[in-house]
């Protein structure tokens, strides 16, 4: 549910700055090959980084899915744990404000 609204987010922003980055960490199978399997069968064609345990530990991330918005001088704007409905539309407007400051 939540990566095709990302996906949805990098084909709405990404012209105006927006980069999408789904990094890959937490899961039960091993090795990126699952998840590059998902991106490959879903068509999604923003960045995936894959085997980041260590970076997940190292940022205190406890589950999945954890979003950071980073503005484009690099400033953490918002992190959110979990997904629904609320979240994605808070997502949405936090994204649509951020890549409109210049």
């Known amino acids: 549910i939540c990566i095709p609204n990302h996906a949805k987010l990098h084909k709405s922003y990404s ?3 927006l980069t999408v980055i789904g990094a890959n960490a ?3 199978d091993a090795g990126p ?3 590059r399997k998902y991106k490959a069968d879903n068509k999604y064609t923003f960045t995936f980084t ?3 345990d260590k970076i997940a530990e190292a940022w ?3 589950g999945i ?3 950071v918005l980073i503005d484009r001088k690099g400033k953490v704007r918002d992190t959110w744990f979990g997904f629904n409905d609320s979240i994605k539309n808070e997502i949405k407007a936090k994204v649509k404000a951020v890549v409109a400051e210049k």
Do not use: K
């Open 65 to 67: 899915p954890q979003f």
């Open 15 to 17: 012209r105006q700055g």
């Open 33 to 35: 090959n699952p998840a």
């Open 60 to 62: 205190g991330v406890s």
């Open 50 to 52: 894959y085997d980041n």
């Open 26 to 28: 937490l899961e039960d």
